[in-house]
């Protein structure tokens, strides 16, 4: 029964202290008012920047897995290095991990021509496997074929919106358009990637690279994509083809490939000969697969690059997570302005209200009453900074989102705000709150 009684006496002195808290912070609604709006700005400044951070962070994630996930880029950056269409063929059957590979040849400000509508536009060649390695499918028609690529045939497939823009809205499938004064017949239109996404290939017209290289006019391959069927298998296929061009290339005195310098192989393919040696054979001084690219040689600058597309994304993602801790640090910084306002705050309170302190304690009132009822002043005004707070920071969002830029309103950024905003009332209110629990009574009636 003590201690039903003992219980029951606590509960009814916390629940008037929160009553006595309540009506220190209405007593003074302009004090409370400007505390509250330093502790909301806060608030708001935290969800707007991490908004702005993550949405970003999203947008360019997204950016990078429209290229495709899982796919490997093997670029040459320097003219006497360049691939042979038989090795990009056999790298699906000679190295672990990659299931499809294509052939990549670019052509800019090409002419085209439909009826009496003429524009220009850039072609992107590729093999057959494009639509798989890009995780591409077509919304209307077919792809081209391997015997498409093989015979250079004049077929095409239309991006959305050359499809949207240049007929009409009309379906194009079977129709012809020319290209650089070549009746192309349109097999087929790709799905929509979106704005800024999938290289601008919305907007792009793609063809067999065997057609692209007469129009061209170029029989080099200087870019190669691979696609491999997880993060793990293109982990490995990198560690391999990494392997074969540090073996294969060797471009002159200058280069290092392995251990040391080569003789000139010819002007032939990168590894045109020796293919058939055991991809998982042993190789000394094994490159790094580390970053996003791996550098096989040098001779200057980067004359071949191996790059990982998922390497990319996590390397942006992590980028911009790193760039939204520092903006939010950084409005964090206006909470702890506001937390040491309601220090001051507090501070004056218990000067102004010193014969409240002294009567309460002189009727029977603990320390502990009155420190839980200044801690609690401070609570309520951070709490009510925190919803007055998130309120103005979606709002302030949802602004910038309609202006085009990418932000969205984060539960992390929320959690953060709403943590640092009670831990700062929390921990700045504390003085305050001694202070008005050590005032000896007779001292406070005597000040009053």
């Known amino acids: 029964m003590q201690e039903r009684g003992n219980i029951s006496n606590l509960l009814v002195r916390l629940k008037f202290s929160a009553m006595m808290a309540l009506d220190g912070i209405t007593s003074n609604l302009l004090r409370t008012f400007l505390t509250v709006l330093g502790i909301s700005i806060g608030v708001a400044a935290v969800i707007s920047l991490m908004g702005i951070g993550e949405g970003a962070r999203r947008s360019i994630v997204a950016q990078f897995e ?41 052509t800019e400000d090409t002419a085209i021509r439909w009826r009496r509508d003429e524009s220009e536009t850039n072609l992107v060649g590729v093999n057959e496997n494009y639509p798989q390695i890009k995780d591409h499918p077509v919304i209307s028609g077919n792809f081209f074929t391997s015997l498409h690529v093989k015979q250079r045939s004049p077929v095409a497939v239309l991006g959305f919106n050359v499809g949207n823009s240049l007929l009409n809205g009309r379906s194009p499938v079977g129709q012809s358009i020319s290209i650089n004064g070549i009746n192309y017949r349109i097999v087929g239109v790709l799905s929509q990637k979106g704005e800024g996404k999938g290289d601008g290939i919305d907007d792009k017209i793609v063809i067999p690279y065997t057609s692209a290289m007469t129009i061209a006019e170029t029989k080099d391959i200087l870019e ?96 911009n997570r790193i760039m939204t801790v520092l903006l939010g640090g950084i409005a964090a910084v206006s909470l702890l302005v506001g937390g040491i306002g309601i220090m001051n705050i507090m501070l004056v309170a218990v000067t102004e209200r010193t014969g409240e302190i002294g009567v309460r304690r002189a009727l029977g009132a603990k320390k502990e009453d009155l420190l839980i009822q200044f801690l609690l002043e401070a609570v309520y005004v951070s709490i009510i900074g925190c919803i007055v707070g998130i309120i103005l920071g979606a709002w302030a969002v ?21 943590f640092v905003a009670l831990t700062s009332g929390l921990l700045f209110g504390v003085y305050p709150a001694i202070n008005a629990s050590n005032l000896p009574p007779v001292e406070a009636l005597k000040r009053q």
């Open 66 to 106: 429209s290229l495709g996930e899982n796919v490997i880029v093997l670029k040459s950056n320097a003219e006497n290095v360049k691939f042979d269409i038989e090795e990009v063929e056999i790298l699906p059957d000679r190295v672990t991990g990659i299931e499809y590979a294509s052939p990549v040849i670019y």
């Open 224 to 319: 190669v994509w691979a696609k491999s069927n997880s993060s793990e298998d293109a982990e490995l296929a990198m560690v391999q083809l990494g392997r074969i061009y540090k073996r294969k290339v060797g471009m002159g005195s200058n280069i290092k490939p392995g251990s040391g310098n080569e003789e000139d192989p010819g002007e032939g393919g990168i590894i045109d000969e020796g293919m058939d040696m055991p991809i998982e054979e042993p190789m000394p001084e094994e490159p790094t697969v580390a970053g996003e690219k791996e550098n096989v040689f040098e001779r200057g600058e980067e004359a071949l690059t191996i790059t990982s597309l998922n390497n990319l994304v996590q390397e942006a993602d992590q980028a």
């Open 398 to 418: 949802s602004i910038v989102a309609n202006y085009g830029l990418s932000a969205v309103v984060s539960l992390d950024s929320i959690r953060v705000a709403v």
